[in-house]
């Protein structure tokens, strides 16, 4: 993705909460995690804010995670994952297995960070909020059997971190994440306030 993608979302949130928005451009398919984390690190601190909320869809969130695990002296505030694979995930694993071009096609991130399990945990300390989608509709479902609930892509279980602040879902599709204006007003309600306005 270009970064296009997140266009919508930034707009609803900039409009409805009043806040001032950035996207972050990456190459996920050539560029290694560690380049990608040092450059968001550095746009964090061009901005010169006192507080700086960030939010990630998809691979995103695991770039946002890296780059918060790195950089512990970035300015504070609140994070929200959309749609985020936060273990290894099933689909990027059978494209990965299915398809000789896939391992190129997924990029290079992917291989670092989603085709083995990490056991990752959320220790870092800022409020992290997790929406999960769960209409069955995205690429992810043709490469392997995504098991439970599912946004086509990614599925719940997966989307799911230990020690994060809060976890929801909403009948949306991986894509559809960045499109809802429900999960535009959850993620804002959560960057501003430390929590959603539903329960999981």
């Given at each position: 993705?270009?970064?296009?993608?997140?266009?919508?979302l930034?707009?609803?949130?900039?409009?409805d909460?009043q806040?001032?928005?950035h996207?972050f451009?990456?190459?996920?398919?050539?560029?290694?995690?560690?380049?990608?984390t040092s450059r968001?690190?550095?746009?964090?601190?061009?901005?010169?804010?006192e507080?700086?909320?960030?939010?990630?869809?998809?691979?995103?969130?695991?770039v946002?995670?890296?780059?918060?695990?790195r950089?512990?002296d970035?300015?504070?505030?609140?994070?929200?994952?959309?749609g985020?694979?936060?273990?290894?995930?099933?689909?990027a694993q059978?494209?990965?297995?299915?398809?000789?071009?896939a391992?190129?096609?997924?990029?290079?991130c992917?291989?670092?960070?989603?085709?083995t399990?990490?056991g990752?945990?959320?220790?870092?300390?800022?409020?992290?909020?997790?929406?999960?989608?769960t209409?069955?509709?995205?690429?992810g479902?043709?490469?392997?059997?995504l098991e439970?609930?599912?946004?086509?892509t990614?599925?719940?279980?997966?989307?799911r971190?230990p020690?994060?602040?809060?976890?929801?879902?909403?009948?949306?599709?991986?894509?559809?994440?960045?499109?809802?204006?429900?999960?535009?007003?959850?993620?804002?309600t959560?960057?501003?306030?430390?929590h959603?306005?539903?329960?999981?």
């Amino acid at each position: 993705m270009n970064g296009a993608d997140g266009l919508v979302l930034r707009r609803r949130v900039a409009r409805d909460f009043q806040m001032k928005t950035h996207g972050f451009h990456y190459p996920s398919v050539s560029g290694a995690m560690s380049d990608i984390t040092s450059r968001l690190a550095e746009r964090i601190r061009s901005l010169q804010a006192e507080r700086v909320h960030l939010v990630g869809h998809s691979l995103g969130g695991i770039v946002i995670y890296r780059t918060l695990e790195r950089f512990a002296d970035l300015p504070p505030g609140r994070v929200v994952f959309l749609g985020t694979p936060s273990v290894a995930s099933r689909a990027a694993q059978g494209a990965h297995a299915r398809l000789k071009w896939a391992a190129k096609l997924l990029g290079t991130c992917v291989a670092e960070e989603l085709l083995t399990d990490r056991g990752r945990r959320w220790q870092i300390d800022r409020d992290l909020g997790i929406v999960a989608g769960t209409r069955r509709v995205g690429l992810g479902q043709y490469f392997t059997q995504l098991e439970g609930d599912n946004d086509g892509t990614v599925s719940v279980n997966e989307a799911r971190l230990p020690g994060a602040t809060a976890f929801i879902t909403q009948p949306v599709s991986h894509m559809g994440l960045l499109l809802s204006a429900r999960v535009a007003r959850e993620t804002g309600t959560f960057l501003e306030a430390g929590h959603f306005t539903v329960g999981v």
